[in-house]
Structures are given as structure tokens and as C-alpha cells.
Nanobody, 126 residues
Framework: QLQLVESGGGLVQPGGSLRLSCAASGGTLDYYTIGWFRQAPGKEREGVSCLSTSGGSTHYADSVKGRFTISRDNAKNTVFLQMNSLKPEDTGIYYC???????????????????WGQGTQVTVSS
């Protein structure tokens, strides 16, 4: 059974950068649409960025466009989220997730996923 484990979260000052990783085990990511989601205290979980199986299609939330970049390394069975120019409003628990036979838009907008990681905390504060 596919399992996902996130890492790379932490405390960073506004304007700083973090790179989140999501390592998969128990199966291959090759055939999955992948995504990063976040949940701030008192708010619903939102789709941050999603990436197609081929890597040719991406979706970004408006709030992170131009600052975040999603990528995948199928050889390492790992997904990444590079986060630059971080803002306090980026604070939250970040989750990676995967789903099959779903577009990046559907995954991110409707939070559609089959497997979720346990999350990693990102705190942006001075």
C-alpha cells in the first residue's frame, strides 16, 4: 500500500524559503497525479499546487503563483514543493497527496485524493 511521508517543514522568517519533500513507499508515483495541500488553524484545507503524471500540467493557487514550484522525481519516488518569498499567511500544515485518473485542476480545487501524508508544519514568522 502506498504511503507518503513529508519532510522539510520548519520555522522561517518572512521572505525566506523552504523546500518540502514527500517520499513515497510501498508503490510508485509514476501513475499518480500529485499535489500539495495546506491547512491553517481554523481554516479548511486548500490545494496549493498539483502536478500531472507527465509533469506537463500544473495548477497553483492564486496566492502562491510565482513563489512556489512543484516538481517530481520519479526515479527517487519523491515529490517536492519549493517555497520562496514566504509570507506569514503561508503558515500551516502542509500535506502531500496522490490520486489517479484525475486532472490537476480537479485534484487541487476539489481536494480529491486517494492517499495522504501525515503533514509537516510550516511556520512563517519573524
Amino acid at each position: 500500500q502506498l504511503q507518503l511521508v513529508e519532510s522539510g517543514g520548519g520555522l522561517v522568517q518572512p521572505g525566506g524559503s523552504l523546500r518540502l519533500s514527500c517520499a513515497a513507499s510501498g508503490g510508485t508515483l509514476d501513475y499518480y497525479t500529485i499535489g500539495w495541500f495546506r491547512q491553517a488553524p481554523g481554516k479548511e484545507r486548500e490545494g496549493v499546487s498539483c502536478l500531472s503524471t507527465s509533469g506537463g500540467s500544473t495548477h497553483y493557487a492564486d496566492s502562491v503563483k510565482g513563489r512556489f514550484t512543484i516538481s517530481r522525481d520519479n526515479a527517487k519516488n519523491t515529490v517536492f514543493l519549493q517555497m520562496n518569498s514566504l509570507k506569514p499567511e503561508d503558515t500551516g500544515i502542509y500535506y502531500c497527496a496522490v490520486v489517479r485518473f484525475t486532472t490537476v485542476q480537479a485534484m487541487c480545487v476539489y481536494r480529491t485524493a486517494n492517499v495522504w501524508g501525515q503533514g509537516t508544519q510550516v511556520t512563517v514568522s519573524s
